[in-house]
């Protein structure tokens, strides 16, 4: 008697009341064709409802080169609006200049220490970093629609695996940072964390170490 | 009677439980999806932030407003290469220029991924198939692009229905 009640007790202890934690699918395993996976998508589409979880796609229009799009074919004697080109030219050049971005034929690469732009072993943009990252956002407004590549960088203190993650992190924030404060557009870009796997310095002093905690910034022409 | 009872509770309560623990770990493990190059036909491919890795779209399907993307990376390389899929449902979407329209993936009611996109070491010669699952976009829609956090985005992709 006693017997069974213990093992009715077992089987609703171990069995019944996890079951609702136990309930995460490991897609990992499964086929896309799955009955789970074609349930839970099902579900899925319904939970987002009409618009089915869609984001609009906004242009930009804000940016030197469409300025410079609009002023050509302008007669002569209307030249104001020229010299507030030339302007925003020379902006984006001291930019690239403060920056010390390395400027191809093909890219524009621009590297951010990340003890600028975050405290230790934060992913939060500092605030003394944003006067950095608006010059940054001048040099991607003048080159719109381009891809533009964020990869954050780690030195190799911490867990591999640790320093992939913060490293993401800390790129997702500069771009969210770009988005949300200077408007540029989030399909653009593209988000990668390296973690401490491509130093550009010897990780065996401080300052190669501090060399290597970066993101950098690239814009594809 | 005591001492049969507690024989009953420690196998019932701890001794069954490790070992219910321990199998599911092994049915729960990754399947190993490591083989050399399949043969579902490439769409496209694309390069990879990781060296000698290639990203080959495999499948861009549609059914029951459901849409369906495969992608294989392939280690064309002489080493393995750990490559890792970071914050897929954020970084992973869909561009449909048609409607100025972006997609992320599918998430279940625990707000998982509805994906298989995981973090591998890929042997040479190696592929690892990943796939997808995201809203459709309307049927008249035959085109879109893809965009992946490990690559450089697969454009115009063909839907197929």
């Known amino acids: ?221 | 009677m005591e001492v049969y009872i507690m024989k009953d509770a420690l196998l019932l309560f701890i001794v069954l439980p490790i070992f219910i623990m321990i199998g599911s770990v092994f049915i729960s493990s990754p399947m190993i999806s490591l083989a050399i190059a399949q043969s579902d036909s490439v769409i496209q491919s694309q390069e990879t932030n990781y060296p000698g890795i290639i990203a080959e779209l495999i499948q861009c399907k549609r059914k029951k407003g459901v849409l369906t993307v495969k992608v294989r990376l392939k280690n064309i390389s002489v080493k393995s290469v750990k490559t890792w899929w970071p914050d897929v449902h954020k970084t992973s979407y869909l561009l449909d220029e048609t409607n100025q329209k972006k997609y992320f993936p599918l998430k279940d009611a625990k707000g998982e991924c509805i994906c298989n996109a995981v973090s591998d070491n890929i042997k040479p010669n190696m592929s690892r198939t990943s796939w997808f699952k995201f809203p459709a976009p309307p049927q008249e829609v035959e085109e879109i692009s893809i965009v992946f956090p490990l690559s450089a985005p697969f454009e115009d992709v063909p839907i197929k229905d």
């Open chain 1, 1 to 221: 008697m006693r017997s069974t009640l213990l093992l009715w007790l077992f089987f609703f202890t171990f069995l019944l009341l996890p079951f609702p934690l136990w309930g995460n699918i490991d897609y990992s395993n499964l086929d896309p064709d799955s009955p789970e996976v074609q349930q839970a998508c099902g579900d899925a589409i319904k939970r987002l409802g009409p618009d089915r979880g869609t984001v609009a796609i906004q242009k930009n229009v804000i940016g030197v080169k469409k300025n410079v799009v609009d002023i050509i074919g302008i007669p002569k004697g209307t030249s104001g609006s020229g010299i507030a080109i030339i302007g925003q030219v020379t902006e984006v050049e001291m930019a690239l200049k403060d920056l010390e971005a390395k400027v191809s034929e093909t890219e524009i690469k621009i590297d951010l220490p990340s003890d600028i732009l975050f405290d230790f072993d934060k992913c939060n943009i500092r605030h003394d970093a944003q006067e950095a990252l608006k010059k940054v956002a001048i040099v991607i407004k003048s080159y719109p629609r381009k891809t533009v590549l964020i990869e954050g960088h780690t030195d190799s203190e911490g867990s591999d695996e640790y320093n992939m993650k913060l490293s993401f992190k800390r790129a997702v924030s500069v771009k969210q940072w770009l988005v949300d404060i200077e408007k540029l557009i989030d399909t653009n870009f593209q988000i990668n964390g390296w973690g401490e796997s491509k130093p550009i310095a010897s990780n065996d002093t401080a300052r190669g170490r501090q060399k290597n905690r970066r993101v950098e910034i690239i814009i594809r022409k």
